[in-house]
């Protein structure tokens, strides 16, 4: 838990609007014409897991335990000095470590160290409900209408997880315990200090800064991310939506934690992601003579930014090749050109 400083950082911070629906279908229209974050509380609490987690922790983990598979999960134990925080040790490495075992054993090990002063963290991250559990999606779920997302959930021990953000939009559902979410607008990137894009805790690029201990000194810019901030504290049967690419901090705060959420985009899967785009600009452009770096920002701008149909209107369009509109075949042909280009 954040100490009393701490505790006036967050209490000052604007709360994330809440918002009343009537059912899926103000839900789906909602999250359609949304731009911002917002929460719904008590939208999942008619779920079993959440009238579970009501009676103990131990009884959540045993009603979920009935619904998994036999098979090994990946989970994330924490030292027992980190508090939680699940980050980076030496800059090299992590301050935790990936193990594997069966679901039944990594709940026997919350359970002995329930209460247990300085225990280590323990944290199964984004597991994929349908292919790790069998019921459990089935007896817990939002209806998303004709949306497929992809639904995981998130189960462990308190918790700090560091600011990120993800590509697709977010639903997410707290089923068991309580937790803080602390957002960010998608323009603070600079403000909040990432780490390596390359080598990151949990696949995306994360804030450095402690928001239990912020050092202003080494990230002066982070009061002003705090100024754009928004904060709220999440009982089980709560859920809020974040929008793609805003950034994330989340805590879980209470012994026993379980987030449900649906990740989905709007664009077609065939699409490549952006990210990968960023990389392979780091790899070709980023350490160019600043001239040439000049050239390909208005290459990048004329073919990717404008959007201006006048870029390819001098070919003939049955020529146009990827500079028309992407299709599943012709993105297809782009990735598998791109392929043989890095394989060179």
């Not at 609007?17 to 899926?24: A, F, L, T």
């Not at 202003?216 to 991310?225: C, E, L, Q, S």
Request: with cysteine; charged share 20%; net charge negative.
């Amino acid at each position: 838990m954040a100490d009393a400083g701490t505790a006036g950082i967050f209490a000052a911070l604007p709360r994330i609007r809440e918002v009343d629906i009537s059912g899926p279908a103000a839900l789906d229209t909602l999250l359609r014409e949304a731009t911002t974050p917002f929460i719904v509380r008590g939208l999942v609490a008619d779920w079993p897991m959440v009238e579970a987690g009501r009676q103990s922790g131990r009884a959540a983990r045993d009603y979920i335990e009935r619904h998994a598979r036999p098979t090994p999960f990946a989970v994330s134990v924490g030292a027992s000095q980190s508090g939680g925080r699940l980050f980076y040790g030496d800059m090299q490495g992590m301050n935790f470590q990936m193990m594997r075992a069966p679901l039944p054993e990594i709940f026997a090990r919350i359970t002995e160290n329930e209460g247990v002063d300085r225990a280590p963290s323990i944290y199964l991250a984004s597991i994929d409900m349908q292919n790790f559990f069998t019921g459990l999606h089935e007896a817990n779920h939002v209806d998303l209408g004709d949306r497929t997302p992809l639904a995981s959930i998130w189960m462990g021990t308190p918790t700090r997880i560091a600011a990120h953000n993800d590509a697709p939009d977010n639903l997410a559902c707290v089923a068991v315990g309580r937790r803080r979410f602390t957002l960010f607008p998608r323009d603070q990137f600079r403000n909040l200090y990432l780490g390596p894009v390359d080598n990151t805790p949990a696949g995306r690029a994360v804030s450095m800064v402690d928001f239990h201990d912020p050092d202003f000194a080494a990230y002066p810019g982070f009061r002003d991310a705090l100024a754009q901030a928004q904060v709220a504290e999440l009982d089980a049967g709560d859920a809020i939506y974040i929008p793609a690419l805003w950034w994330h901090h989340v805590e879980g705060l209470s012994d026993f934690n379980v987030l449900v959420n649906y990740w989905w985009r709007d664009t077609p899967r065939w699409l490549g992601q952006p990210q990968d785009a960023l990389n392979h600009a780091l790899l070709a452009i980023r350490d160019l003579p600043e001239d040439e770096k000049r050239h390909w920002r208005a290459m990048f701008d004329h073919y990717v930014f404008s959007d201006d149909p006048a870029v390819a209107a001098h070919i003939p369009e049955p020529e146009r090749g990827v500079l028309a509109p992407l299709t599943p075949d012709s993105a297809g042909k782009l990735r598998a050109f791109l392929l043989r280009a890095l394989s060179r």
